[in-house]
């Protein structure tokens, strides 16, 4: 049988960042990756780090099969945990996806914030401006 080696994740690091960032910027973006619940240890999330600091969340929709599902959830365990969802971004991660008009509709409908833009499927996405596909004026950006 395997060990679990039990890895140390020290937030500090991250909270002096925000801290520095924050002293030197009008506003601050926070990107996470991987999900609201998304494991950096055995026994810590991304959002353990994020609800201490109260920041407020947009949520980034990458639309496909079940993405309905996966979007209402995350916006309930963002209000469960304290925090505000301000805005949502559809991402169009797959050309083809069936139902994509009715897809948006529903997540306009069903989560309790603005829709801050579409990104359209795009191949080799990685390094490109998307800036033209985001509105935050809403936000007071």
Request: charged share 25%.
């Amino acid at each position: 049988m395997q060990r679990r080696r039990k890895i140390k994740v020290d937030f500090d690091l991250l909270d002096k960042g925000l801290q520095i960032v924050r002293e030197k910027s009008e506003f601050t973006l926070v990107e996470g990756a991987g999900g609201w619940r998304v494991p950096v240890t055995m026994d810590l999330a991304l959002s353990d780090w994020v609800v201490p600091h109260k920041l407020p969340v947009i949520l980034v929709v990458g639309v496909k099969l079940g993405c309905l599902n996966h979007a209402l959830l995350t916006a309930e365990a963002i209000g469960n945990d304290g925090l505000k969802l301000v805005g949502w971004v559809a991402n169009r991660v797959n050309p083809g996806a069936d139902h994509y008009a009715e897809i948006i509709e529903t997540l306009e409908h069903k989560l309790d914030a603005p829709k801050l833009g579409e990104i359209p499927y795009m191949p080799g996405i990685k390094r490109r401006d998307l800036s033209s596909y985001i509105d935050l004026s809403c936000l007071g950006l």
